[in-house]
């Protein structure tokens, strides 16, 4: 069931999806993009590349969301760390809430029938 319609969905559904998914996978951890890119592409339906990411992570650094540190890399080029900040758990708990509300409220309508 391919159609524009639809492709265009689960376009707007990742995108809408990819900022909370991404702070998630890096609360408690300090990582570099493409293991987060790594972490996100494991889920299935949601397509994620490192082009994709990095401009949110851009974003978070100067909103105060995420920390950045450079470290050297042993297996190439210098690596740039992600950690959340307090005000990043903070707004991540905030959208974690607020994404549980609305699964919530769409799940109730699975059992639902019309008559």
């Not at 609360?27 to 494991?42: E, V």
């Not at 650094?61 to 758990?89: F, N």
């Amino acid at each position: 069931m391919e159609s524009k319609f639809f492709d265009n969905w689960t376009t707007q559904l990742r995108k809408g999806i990819l900022e909370l998914g991404i702070l998630n996978v890096i609360r408690g951890n300090r990582l570099y993009g493409y293991d987060i890119a790594k972490k996100l592409s494991a889920i299935d339906g949601l397509v994620v590349g490192e082009g994709t990411i990095y401009p949110i992570l851009s974003r978070f650094k100067r909103e105060g969301l995420v920390t950045t540190t450079i470290e050297e890399s042993p297996d190439g080029p210098a690596r740039k760390y992600y950690q959340l900040t307090k005000q990043g758990e903070t707004y991540l708990a905030l959208m974690n809430e607020h994404w549980k509300s609305i699964k919530s409220g769409i799940d109730t309508f699975h059992g639902e029938q019309t008559s």
